[in-house]
C-alpha cells in the first residue's frame, strides 16, 4: 500500500480528514527531500481509489493497480523530461522545464469527462519548473476548474512561482522531521552513517538516503582528503576532476569553511566532525580574516551556481584562494 512518510502522517491525516473540502488546487511546499511529491502521489492516489481507508488508497482495486502502473486515465503527472544522455545540455539542471504545451495537454485532458465518473487529479513537480506562459496557462485551470479534479503543485521554490498561482492554491508546508524521526527512518532504510548523511542534507532524509549512493561518497571522500592535506597541486587536481560537479564540490568546500570558521572562534564542527583533527590544526593556523572573506564568497556564490558558465575557473579560484591562505598562515 503506498502512503507517505512516516513523518508526514500527521499533515496526512489533516489533508485526507474530510476530502470533500478540499480545494481545486493545494501546493505542497518546503525543502528538498522531504517527502513532497510522494505526499502528492499519495493524495491523488486516494482520490482515485474506489475503496480508500484512512490510511489511504487500497491498493487492491483496479484504480489502484492502474494508477500504479502509470496509466491511470484520470490522473496526469507533469513533471520536465530528463534530458536524453546525448541531447546538447545534458546533465546541465538549468535546461529542465515545464513547456506549454504539456500544460495545453493537461487543459484538453481536463475538458473531457473523467474516464471513471469519479475525480481526476494532476500533479506538477516541480512547479517551479513551470516556464512563464505554462504558469498563466495553468492559473486559466486553476481559476475555472472543472468539479471533482484536484491538482496538486509541489515546489521547493515556491517564492519562484506566480503570485496569481499562489492565490489559487491552498499552502500546505511540508517541514523537516525532528532529527530523531528521521534518523528512525534512516535506520530502517539501512543506511550506515545515517547521522553523518542527515547532517550533511541539512536533516532531510530522502536527501541524506541520495546522499548515501557509494559513488558519491567515494567521492566525498576524495574531495575531503584533498581539503585535510592541501598542497596547491592537489587542489588544482581537484578543481579540474570536479568541474562538472560545482553544485556537489560547492556543497562539501562551503560546509568546510563554515566549519573552519566555527572551530576557529571556538565551537565544534558542524559537518564534518569526524575531520576535526584536520579542521583544528588548520583553523589554528589560517587568519580569521582571510577566512571570513573565503566564506563570504563561496556563500554568495551559492545564489548563482545554477549557471553553468566558467564553473571550473571559480571552483579554481576558490581552491587556490584556500591554498594561499594556508601558504600565507605556514610563512608566518
Ligand atoms: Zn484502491
Not at 489533516?14 to 470533500?20: I, K, N
Not at 558519491?216 to 576532476?241: K, M, T
Request: hydrophobic share 40%.
Amino acid at each position: 500500500m503506498m502512503s507517505c512518510h512516516p513523518w508526514n502522517q500527521a499533515l496526512w491525516d489533516r489533508l485526507t480528514a474530510d476530502v470533500s473540502q478540499l480545494p481545486h488546487g493545494i501546493l505542497l511546499h518546503g525543502p528538498a527531500g522531504v517527502g513532497k511529491r510522494s505526499l502528492a502521489l499519495a493524495l491523488a492516489k486516494r482520490m482515485l481509489c474506489s475503496q480508500p481507508t484512512p490510511e489511504g488508497a487500497c491498493g487492491q482495486c483496479p484504480s489502484c493497480s492502474w494508477f500504479d502502473q502509470g496509466a491511470h486515465p484520470d490522473f496526469r503527472l507533469i513533471e520536465p523530461a530528463e534530458p536524453d544522455a546525448g541531447e546538447e545540455g545534458a546533465g546541465k539542471k538549468g535546461g529542465r522545464h515545464i513547456a506549454i504545451q504539456e500544460i495545453r495537454g493537461l487543459a484538453e485532458f481536463l475538458a473531457l469527462a473523467p474516464h471513471q465518473g469519479g475525480w481526476r487529479t494532476v500533479v506538477v513537480h516541480p512547479a517551479e519548473a513551470m516556464n512563464v506562459p505554462a504558469a498563466n496557462a495553468l492559473l486559466k485551470t486553476l481559476e475555472e476548474p472543472p468539479s471533482r479534479v484536484l491538482i496538486i503543485l509541489v515546489s521547493h521554490q515556491p517564492r519562484r512561482l506566480l503570485p496569481t498561482v499562489l492565490s489559487r492554491c491552498r499552502k500546505v508546508a511540508v517541514t523537516l522531521p525532528d532529527t530523531e524521526s528521521a534518523l528512525a527512518w534512516l535506520g530502517s532504510q539501512g543506511l550506515a552513517s545515517a547521522e553523518m548523511l542527515l547532517r550533511e542534507a541539512g536533516g532531510a532524509p530522502l536527501k541524506a538516503l541520495d546522499c548515501a549512493d557509494p559513488e558519491r561518497l567515494a567521492r566525498r571522500e576524495r574531495f575531503l582528503e584533498a581539503l585535510s592535506r592541501p598542497s596547491p597541486a592537489g587542489l588544482s587536481v581537484l578543481a579540474q576532476d570536479f568541474q562538472n560537479r560545482l553544485d556537489e564540490a560547492w556543497g562539501w568546500f562551503s560546509r568546510w569553511v563554515h566549519d573552519l570558521m566555527r572551530v576557529k572562534l571556538g565551537s565544534q564542527a558542524r559537518y564534518f566532525k569526524e575531520r576535526h583533527v584536520e579542521l583544528d590544526r588548520q583553523a589554528g593556523a589560517l587568519p580569521l580574516e582571510g577566512l571570513m572573506a573565503l566564506e563570504e564568497e563561496v556563500r554568495r556564490a551559492g545564489r548563482w551556481l545554477k549557471h553553468p558558465l566558467n564553473s571550473q575557473l571559480l571552483l579554481e579560484s576558490w581552491l587556490l584562494r584556500y591554498a594561499d591562505l594556508l601558504e600565507d598562515s605556514h610563512g608566518r
